[in-house]
């Protein structure tokens, strides 16, 4: 018999407890349309996971989603998770290649997806699902494919339940119980594929509502890939814990769209990868300062510079509709420059911190909490324990290892790789090195992997260069690597910066001008260095770099000078 607790930490419970508190309030929709209400999201659950299993599905299935953000994206993964079934989310962006691979070591019974994504199954040859169903309704042209469009199917599945002459019975559903399969898209070139339970993900979302107060009603502005576990814990589970409305985008939307939504929607809460609000600042705020004198002048001192920010933060709030009280940044490392703006501004952002293998959040806010200072991730999350691992002496910086109810069970079929991070009383070693303050604080310095060790035996930390490389404004992306013991850059310009500053010159003057600003960028930055761990050579690269889906470059694609060529 399953124990009141252990069921309230499954997802189905998350669905049944909001649909009878919440019953006819909206729920999830598309953004600019009417959202279903919590009632409405139930029944099609019901429905869909009462065919499903009708149709041989059952405890353990795999069923996977290869689909762009939706409500029908919402109430797939419930249905199945209803069933005691395993969901795979598929990041949209993944390859072909990887979408094979997987489709095929997971044998799933069902994958949903949509029109975008059909091109990348059709030439599966074995091991494909057994059901197709388009979330977007769509029908591939000339046959290539037997779908089921997601409509009929609700319809038919509908039907089923409304002739049964019993109640649907499902399985039971336990908190430890496997819930999602997902495949990681890291920095490290090897993407394993972690397994997540019921009370991995519900727990990691409880202890997320409690960083902010968030009143029923609330509108969440949804616009990170849900396959991600940093948007599926933050973005949908915690908003509907909480009786909030999620308003899907679809896709991640340009700023003027974004903004329309914004204005429509009026959000309370946006969860964002750093990128977004660094392009923002790189495009709106530090043009608006610099085209001013008296601005650029007032910016000069501390006081001076603090007002100016605080002005524009009140039009950035416009920009985001007015309503919003919190942007939640992870996924990535966010700029200090940016972050300094965006405390300056009095701007309402957390930063938070966490992995795929954690569900993801370890820590983050509190909200309202004065002791978190700019470049720290905030205070573990609540239920969450975080210790360093052998800290520096001089320093403090060590690995940064964490337990909690959060933590994996595991890599799915690689027992190996499993023991290498997780040891047997449950601590992630996480890879990643950083501190704790004096005020509890967590500072996240960059991954293990990553760090560079220089011939003088000092270590370098990459990122933390790269934040400068980025904050200029003709950069959209840099990369520092280590070359037979010297420091080299590569940077991805903004060409269409570049476009302005050189209109009307010539191929010859517009490559002479990018050769100066290269150098002039490798000059102001070793100012900023110590003279030990200076830039040699800084590298134009003119296509962009490969990322994962939060926006982090895949580093093990360009450990070598000859990569970057």
């Not at 010539?506 to 990018?514: F, G, K, L, N």
Request: charge should be negative; hydrophobic fraction near 40%.
């Amino acid at each position: 018999m399953t124990d009141a607790t252990e069921v309230r930490m499954t997802l189905n419970y998350v669905l049944d407890s909001s649909c009878s508190k919440y019953g006819d309030t909206p729920a999830i929709g598309m953004a600019l349309e009417p959202a279903l209400t919590y009632n409405e999201v139930h029944a099609r659950v019901i429905a869909l996971a009462y065919r499903m299993q009708r149709e041989g599905v059952g405890k353990g299935d795999r069923i996977a989603i290869l689909a762009e953000n939706s409500h029908n994206w919402g109430i797939a993964y419930f249905a199945a998770v209803r069933l005691g079934a395993v969901v795979v989310p598929l990041l949209p962006d993944l390859p072909e290649s990887d979408v094979r691979h997987i489709l095929g070591e997971m044998q799933v019974k069902i994958l949903f997806t949509t029109q975008r994504q059909v091109d990348k199954i059709v030439e599966l040859k074995s091991g494909g699902p057994g059901r197709i169903i388009t979330l977007d309704d769509h029908v591939p042209d000339l046959e290539l494919l037997a779908v089921v469009t997601y409509a009929d199917y609700l319809a038919g599945a509908q039907t089923i339940l409304a002739e049964s002459a019993e109640l649907p019975v499902f399985s039971d559903v336990d908190q430890d119980d496997l819930a999602a399969i997902l495949y990681t898209s890291g920095t490290s070139g090897y993407s394993k594929a972690v397994m997540l339970s019921h009370k991995n993900l519900t727990s990691n979302a409880y202890a997320a509502s409690g960083l902010m107060a968030i009143p029923p009603g609330s509108v969440f502005l949804s616009i990170l890939p849900m396959s991600h576990t940093y948007e599926f814990t933050c973005g949908f589970i915690l908003p509907l814990i909480t009786g909030s409305r999620i308003a899907y985008a679809g896709k991640s939307p340009t700023p003027a769209i974004l903004q329309k939504f914004c204005q429509h929607e009026k959000p309370l809460v946006i969860f964002a990868v750093p990128l977004v609000l660094e392009k923002i600042y790189k495009k709106r705020v530090l043009p608006q300062i610099g085209k001013s004198r008296l601005l650029t002048m007032l910016c000069k001192t501390s006081f001076g510079r603090r007002l100016i920010h605080r002005k524009i933060g009140l039009k950035l709030l416009d920009f985001f509709g007015g309503n919003l009280k919190l942007m939640g940044i992870g996924g990535a490392a966010l700029n200090p420059e940016v972050e300094t703006f965006l405390a300056e501004a009095k701007f309402p952002y957390l930063v938070g911190y966490g992995l795929t293998e954690s569900s993801p959040l370890l820590a983050g806010g509190p909200a309202g909490d004065a002791t978190i200072t700019v470049g720290s991730t905030g205070k573990p999350l609540p239920g969450v324990k975080i210790r360093i691992a052998d800290p520096a002496a001089d320093t403090g910086i060590g690995e940064i290892c964490a337990c909690g109810p959060n933590i994996m069970l595991g890599y799915y079929n690689d027992g190996e790789a499993t023991a290498e991070v997780l040891s047997p009383d449950g601590w992630l070693a996480t890879g990643d090195l950083g501190f704790i303050d004096d005020a509890g604080n967590l500072h996240v310095c960059g991954r293990s992997k990553n760090v560079i060790v220089l011939p003088n035996g000092e270590n370098v930390y990459p990122e933390a260069i790269e934040h400068k490389i980025n904050s200029y404004n003709w950069v959209v992306e840099g990369l520092v690597l280590e070359n037979n013991g010297r420091l080299e850059a590569w940077i991805y310009p903004d060409y269409e910066v570049i476009d302005e500053e050189t209109a009307g010159r010539s191929r010859a003057e517009r490559r002479e001008y990018i050769d100066g600003r290269l150098e002039s960028t490798r000059r102001e930055l070793n100012e900023q260095l110590p003279s030990a761990s200076r830039i040699t050579k800084i590298f134009e690269r003119r296509e962009p770099f490969v990322k994962t889906a939060t926006h982090k470059i895949k580093r093990y694609l360009y450990d070598s000078h000859s990569s970057l060529g």
